[in-house]
């Protein structure tokens, strides 16, 4: 079961076992049984954290767990946009780089067996 933590008015924070489906409802205050309303204790890194930071954590956490969705109208402003302004140009010749999801330079080839340095 879950531990999830709820703040008393009176007497501060507690932290009481409950099932899933407890999750939304609040708990009685050990001291006082008064209705007390869950809360989110984030840790202390969290909230000292630079916003910028916390807002690249929270795109990077999100990337992670969504694919990303290439749609026709997607790749048609993408090529559009390539056109326009140049960027990521590349030959027939040369290949474009990319990092793998774990850090790691990848080249797409016809020669797999190349490695990088």
């Not at 703040?7 to 939304?24: I, N, P, S, W």
């Not at 609040?26 to 909230?47: D, F, G, H, T, W």
Request: charge should be neutral; proline fraction near 9%; aromatic fraction near 6%.
């Amino acid at each position: 079961m879950p531990l999830y933590d709820y703040k008393c008015r009176d007497h501060g924070l507690f932290q009481k076992l409950g099932t899933m489906a407890e999750a939304a409802l609040p708990a009685e205050c050990p001291e006082c049984q008064q209705q007390s309303a869950r809360v989110i204790v984030l840790p202390p890194e969290i909230l000292a954290m630079a916003p910028e930071q916390r807002q690249a954590a929270e795109r990077n956490e999100k990337a992670r767990h969504e694919p990303i969705i290439s749609t026709a109208d997607q790749r048609e402003h993408d090529a559009e946009h390539r056109q326009a302004c140049g960027c990521q140009k590349r030959s027939a010749s040369k290949p474009m780089m990319f990092y793998t999801a774990d850090g790691k330079k990848m080249f797409p080839s016809m020669r797999p067996w190349m490695i990088s340095h």
